[in-house]
């Protein structure tokens, strides 16, 4: 099994900054492309920003120049360093990854997985 860890959300003000982390545990053989998702209350799960194995990046237009995403493949890690922060930005932010885990048999078994949400709030 997999598990997607979050880390980083916080209470903030306006214009501040802060840095959400998310490692991915368990019996991994590659992770492919790892992502972003915020969900405002009342509104719809969005993409906020992806990153591919390549390090190919793409950005919700509402957070483009002020968030960056980037990982770190030796330790399975996806991070977003999230600048200029504003009210709208409140959110449970959660990360997902496309991991494939090799079984005993040796099939490979790609999938979808998600972390449990990290709680951003940004304050006027």
């Known amino acids: 099994q997999v598990q997607l860890v979050e880390s980083g959300g916080d209470l903030v003000q306006a214009g501040g900054s802060l840095r959400l982390s998310c490692a991915a545990s368990g019996i991994i053989f590659s992770i492919n492309a790892m992502g972003w998702y915020r969900q405002a209350p009342g509104k719809q799960r969005e993409l906020v920003a992806g990153?591919?194995?390549?390090?190919?990046?793409n950005y919700a237009d509402s957070v483009k120049g002020r968030f960056t995403i980037s990982r770190d493949n030796a330790k399975n890690t996806v991070y977003l360093q999230m600048n200029s922060l504003k009210p709208e930005d409140t959110a449970v932010y959660y990360c997902?990854?496309?991991?494939?885990?090799?079984?005993?048999?040796?099939?490979?078994?790609?999938?979808?997985?998600w972390g449990q949400g990290t709680q951003v709030t940004v304050a006027s």
């Open positions: 990153i591919t194995s390549g390090g190919n990046t």
């Open positions: 997902n990854a496309g991991v494939t885990t090799r079984q005993a048999t040796g099939v490979m078994i790609p999938n979808i997985y």
